[in-house]
Nanobody, 121 residues
Framework: QVQLVESGGGLMQVGGSLRLSCAASGNIFSINDMSWFRQALGKQRELVATITTGGRTNYADSVKGRFTISRDNAKNTVYLEMNSLKPEDTAVYYC???????????????WGQGIMVTVSS
């Protein structure tokens, strides 16, 4: 099994910054893509950003230029640096990690528990 622990959320004013972290541990051989999703109240979950093993990144149009996804492979951790926050960024943020498991060498995806980010105006 693989466990994902998210941290760094909270309440921030418009224009502020927050940094989310998601650390993976457990039955890990290697980690492929790592992503952040978010789900606002009453809306569908949406992809925010993805980073590949090689460091290639992709962002939703709504966060381009404001958010930065990065990873530390030695720590099995993915980060989301969020700047110039807007009220519409308010949501529960989830990390999603594609893990090649150590015991089976089979790739499975795992989700974090979700962390709340609230941006107040």
């Amino acid at each position: 099994q693989v466990q994902l622990v998210e941290s760094g959320g909270g309440l921030m004013q418009v224009g502020g910054s927050l940094r989310l972290s998601c650390a993976a541990s457990g039955n890990i051989f290697s980690i492929n893509d790592m992503s952040w999703f978010r789900q606002a109240l009453g809306k569908q979950r949406e992809l925010v950003a993805t980073i590949t093993t090689g460091g290639r990144t992709n962002y939703a149009d709504s966060v381009k230029g404001r958010f930065t996804i990065s990873r530390d492979n030695a720590k099995n951790t993915v980060y989301l640096e969020m700047n110039s926050l807007k009220p519409e960024d308010t949501a529960v943020y989830y990390c999603r990690v594609w893990v090649v498991e150590a015991t089976t060498h089979v790739e499975n995806d795992y989700w974090g528990q979700g962390i709340m980010v609230t941006v107040s105006s």
